[in-house]
């Protein structure tokens, strides 16, 4: 009703004004009546109307909300303030515009990783079908979202009820190239609904539907935009067309709408292939059949009804018949007994699935908490900055205060000038966070992934930007508004010149907040520490081979049209071939070796004896060619290396690592002794013979411990067919290498497609997540650091200034300049002391957040706090000596003249 | 009509009273602005002079809270006026003022009589 009246005010005026019209026309009328003549009756009914003017304002006043009323006047007036100041102001916009863009930047991506749903119809009844396998999962991993086997999702499809629909799908990269090096897509498996459950509609051709996903189908393609775009310039003739997927080809029949880049965010999709097509790219041992296999994903929309609390009890109806029918009759007894047991359950898949927010969901929110602070400390660095503005202004605001102005009206102007500042710092943070979020994507982005995330500003992001801008007005505006506005007119006045009525209480406040940015600066400064340690640990770390020069090249011979009869000649020669090229120093084939990606392992323990001891131990194997651990650098401690004797007919024989040694046979003596290695998935069993110890080396992760490794010959146990990896190890620039080994390759057969991978990037691209919290909180930290200082510097030269007359009043009666430096450091120092200390126990306290992120330290290390607490007092002390020392060199008769 | 004994009392209304007046003279049926100032001061026997003026923000602010309404219409002789008509809660307002009024005369005329005792 209010805001009603207030936005039609003018309205209403015209209304009154005609209203009170009419009243002096019927009372100049009655007036007349009684026989005034009209002159004298339209007086007469004036005179007894009263102030025309200050009844329409009553009614006016009546109808205006005050706070809007006066806005337009306090922003031209906080306009003008801040023009005043142009240094003031440029540093408040300037640290404002850092820490809200900072923090928006990381909301950015949070709110794209987490928080935000998928573009697609109704997506909060989207849940996927998860295995709930409390102890693990055994088989084969092949690709990033290898939740279900094709033989669950079969059953969970024909069974299932809750879902008016549901589809699984699973990640691929395929190779677009025609020979040579390798081009990977994104590819995905789909199965027949995963367009229709989504809703997604074509921008041309048509889509994949339940038609194509049947039993033996062949291979069609529905393509992203992006990828259309990309790849065929947008142009129509593209649906119809032919693509080359790991050399198959494979008809375009439609492309998807822009707006639709699949569910997996952070990775955005350019083809979609029938679940069923996948034998054609992978012959017998398809996955389709592999019921060990862990390759595909089942999201469905839930029934309208359907809580998922109903679904949940309806899977957990079906589990013991969905495994039952999906089991995997190669496993053993208490792999089979493991599998009966696992249970279904319901996980929303609102916000899409995600391996990167796996990775970087803690690291974002703990980044953002930082950048929070750092918004704080620099809040309080402006609160300091309106403190001492406000004493400047104390005149101007006792006379208004004393000829009648409110005390809440003189608030808002100050809060007005506050939120300004805030509001352009917002703005300016906002388009600094575009640049941000964008350099933060690429600082996540590694050779093996490309990562996509639609960072738009939308509605989310701006309404926290804009949420942040009030809350820091709020933070740094409201305290020094009060204090300015809290003081008594008469005072001031009479205090003439000086205008002090500065008394303790009013540093006091100051004083606090000094303290408080020091110490949420000291926790900054620690937790940066901390993650800059871990980083630093994790790279340095011994893996216990070598990184440098060391190149991985993968080579596939499936598009060749080599038969398994043909390749093992092949390989030879490509072995060969690689070798002696130019620049080469040593090459060796390697399968599932250390770090390199991929991994596989088994039961192992020892032939003779004593198998219970070892029980449940699992050991990774590296299938490798002579050669591979001069390659590595791997040292060999005992015994030989893998010999060209070692071949498929010969007895079988192992290099196990010193970690294998101590944990199967408790001994470091165990040459020529056997061992056992069982296969559950297929229920094999090999005895070998272990002919050398290798040094012990980091296997899946940096932050592992030695894990138990055996090394066997590739001829004995053999890996993937038609396809090898080889490892090389180079003294010349590895991009002469490359182009060298492709030439090699090119000569046995052009057709042979060709991958490349640097270790050592490889390996630290492991480290990008301690990498992004090292890079970021240690910026955060000298930022929050910086900013502190700033802040200590300022107050105490603000508190020297303000006490000149009292230090030249000591000085003339006698003291000396070290006793005001050290009267002036010791204010200072209990400053600094009582922030160290409240920072040193928020820092304790807040570490615990950063445990399961740390490598090789407690989050309570107390080195590193007494080196963050020594580094924070040092700088501090030396920022407030600076303003101690010219109190110190302070003329007495100089200050006492000001007088 | 004149009654001189009495000074007439203009500008000294108790807070509330004139919305309590204003009110009152709307039961009877709707009137306009005019009529209400006449009707206020006929009635008390010109004891209480309303400044005319000061009767638009209180029939403006009785509006705002919803206990009048108002029309355009045309006046006894023939002027465009805007008229003012009691709405349900404005004549529930009215009955609680009345009360708390008629409560407080009595308690004002017993505190101002002398004492039996």
Not at chain 1, 618 to 643: H, K
Request: positive net charge; charged residues 20%; contains cysteine.
């Amino acid at each position: 009703m209010r805001l009603w009246r207030f936005l039609r005010r003018k309205h209403w005026d015209r209304e009154r004004e005609l209203e009170i019209q009419a009243h002096l026309q019927i009372e100049t009328d009655d007036f007349i009546a009684r026989g005034m003549s009209p002159e004298e009756a339209r007086r007469a009914a004036r005179r007894k109307l009263g102030n025309l003017t200050q009844i329409r304002e009553e009614i006016y006043e009546m109808n205006s909300l005050g706070f809007l009323e006066t806005l337009g006047q306090d922003l031209r007036y906080a306009i003008r303030m801040l023009r005043l100041n142009p240094a003031f102001t440029l540093v408040a916009v300037l640290s404002l515009a850092l820490g809200i863009g900072a923090n928006t930047a990381i909301f950015q991506l949070l709110d794209a990783v987490r928080l935000r749903s998928l573009p697609v119809a109704k997506p909060a009844e989207l849940y996927e079908v998860q295995v709930v396998s409390p102890k693990g999962r055994s088989g084969n991993f092949p690709n990033r979202y290898g939740h279900i086997t094709n033989a669950m999702w079969e059953q969970i499809r024909d069974r299932q009820e809750a879902f008016s629909s549901i589809f699984a799908w699973g990640d691929w990269p395929f190779d677009l190239s025609q020979g040579g090096r390798v081009r990977q897509a994104e590819g995905i498996w789909v199965s027949g609904d995963y367009f229709r459950t989504l809703g997604v509609s074509p921008l041309m051709g048509r889509l994949i539907s339940s038609e194509d996903d049947r039993r033996g189908c062949a291979p069609v393609a529905v393509i992203s935009y992006a990828f259309w775009q990309r790849e065929f310039g947008g142009a129509a003739s593209a649906v119809g067309s032919t693509v080359s997927l790991d050399t198959h080809p494979v008809q375009v029949i439609g492309v998807t709408p822009a707006n639709f880049t699949g569910i997996d965010v952070g990775h955005r999709f350019d083809l979609a292939v029938p679940v069923c097509s996948e034998p054609v790219f992978s012959g017998k041992e398809n996955k389709l059949e592999r019921r060990w296999a862990w390759w595909l994903t089942a999201v469905g929309r839930l029934r309208p009804g359907w809580s998922p609390k109903r679904a949940d009890a309806h899977l957990q109806a079906l589990a013991s018949s969905v495994f039952a029918a999906a089991l995997p009759p190669q496993f053993d007894a208490e792999r089979q007994k493991n599998f009966l047991s696992y249970s279904l359950k319901t996980s929303p898949a609102a916000q899409g699935l995600s391996d990167l927010r796996d990775t970087y969901e803690d690291p974002l929110w703990l980044l953002i908490a930082i950048a929070g602070v750092v918004l704080l400390i620099a809040c309080a660095n402006l609160a300091n900055l309106l403190l001492a503005r406000a004493t400047a202004r104390e005149k101007e605001v006792a006379v208004r205060l004393a000829i009648g102005g409110s005390r809440g009206r003189l608030v808002r102007q100050f809060l007005t000038e506050s939120l300004l500042l805030s509001l352009v710092g917002a703005v300016c943070g906002v388009l600094l966070a575009r640049f941000l979020s964008q350099a933060l994507v690429a600082f996540l982005t590694t050779s093996q992934q490309t990562i996509f995330l639609d960072l738009r500003m939308n509605a989310m992001v701006l309404l926290f930007a804009a949420g942040l801008a009030i809350l820091t007005c709020v933070l740094f505006g409201l305290l020094p508004a009060l204090r300015a506005t809290g003081i008594a007119p008469a005072a001031v006045m009479k205090a003439g010149g000086r205008g002090t009525t500065a008394g303790r209480e009013r540093f006091t406040l100051q004083r606090a907040l000094v303290a408080g940015q020091v110490a949420l600066s000291l926790v900054l400064l620690f937790s940066a520490l901390l993650f800059v340690r871990t980083f630093h640990k994790l790279s340095m770390l011994n893996a216990g081979f070598r990184t440098d020069g060391v190149l991985v090249v993968s080579l596939n011979g499936q598009r060749a049209g080599y038969t398994k009869e043909q390749w093992p000649v092949v390989d030879r020669q490509l072995l060969e071939r690689v070798r002696s090229a130019p620049g080469v120093d040593r090459a060796a084939r390697a399968e599932n070796f250390p770090m390199g990606g991929g991994w596989f392992n088994d039961h192992v323990t020892p032939a003779d004896g004593d198998a219970a001891k070892s029980e449940g131990k699992l050991s990774y194997f590296t299938m490798a060619s002579p050669g591979f651990f001069e390659v590595m650098g791997i040292p060999l401690l005992a015994g030989r290396d893998l010999a060209d004797t070692d071949t498929a007919t010969a007895p079988l024989v192992a290099v196990i690592n010193q970690a294998f040694a101590r944990k199967i046979f408790g001994t470091t003596d165990v040459l020529g002794r056997r061992f056992v290695k069982i296969d559950g998935v297929r229920r094999t069993a090999m005895t070998f013979e272990i002919v050398g110890i290798a040094g012990d080396t980091k296997v899946t992760s940096l932050r592992e411990d030695n894990e138990i490794m055996t090394y066997v010959p590739d001829t004995q146990l053999p890996g993937a067919e038609l396809s090898q990896t080889i490892v090389v190890h180079s003294n010349v620039p590895l991009r002469d290498v490359m182009a060298a080994v492709l030439r090699g390759v090119a000569q046995v057969n052009p057709a042979i497609s060709v991958d490349f991978n640097v270790f050592k990037t490889q390996i630290e691209e492991t480290l990008v997540p301690e990498s992004l919290m090292a890079t970021l909180s240690g910026f955060f930290g000298l930022l929050a650091g910086v900013l502190a200082v700033i802040g200590l510097y300022g107050v105490i030269s603000y508190m020297v200034a303000q006490r000149r007359n009292e230090i030249g009043i000591r000085m003339a009666l006698g003291a000396g300049r070290s006793s005001i430096l050290k009267m002036v450091l010791r204010g200072a120092g209990t400053l600094i002391a009582a922030g160290l200390a409240v920072g040193t126990v928020l820092a304790l306290l807040g570490a615990r957040a950063a445990s399961s992120l740390l490598f090789g330290l407690r989050p309570y290390d107390p080195a590193t706090l007494i080196l963050a607490v020594l580094l924070l007092a040092a700088v501090s002390f030396l920022a407030a000596a600076i303003p101690a020392r010219r109190a110190a060199r302070l003329e007495p008769m100089n200050a006492l003249r000001d007088e | 009509m004149a009654k001189r004994d009495t000074p007439p009392l203009s500008g000294e209304m108790l807070p509330g009273t004139l919305d309590m007046l204003i009110l009152q003279t709307l039961v009877l049926g709707a009137a306009h602005g005019h009529t209400i100032a006449h009707l206020i001061e006929h009635r008390s026997e010109s004891v209480l002079q309303v400044e005319h003026g000061s009767l638009y923000p209180a029939l403006h602010r009785l509006e705002d809270r919803g206990w009048i309404a108002s029309f355009w219409g045309t006046s006894e002789n023939n002027r465009k006026a805007r008229y003012y008509r009691l709405t349900r809660s404005g004549r529930k307002q009215l009955a609680t003022h009345t009360d708390r009024w008629q409560q407080l005369i009595r308690a004002i005329g017993r505190v101002l009589q002398p004492s039996n005792e």
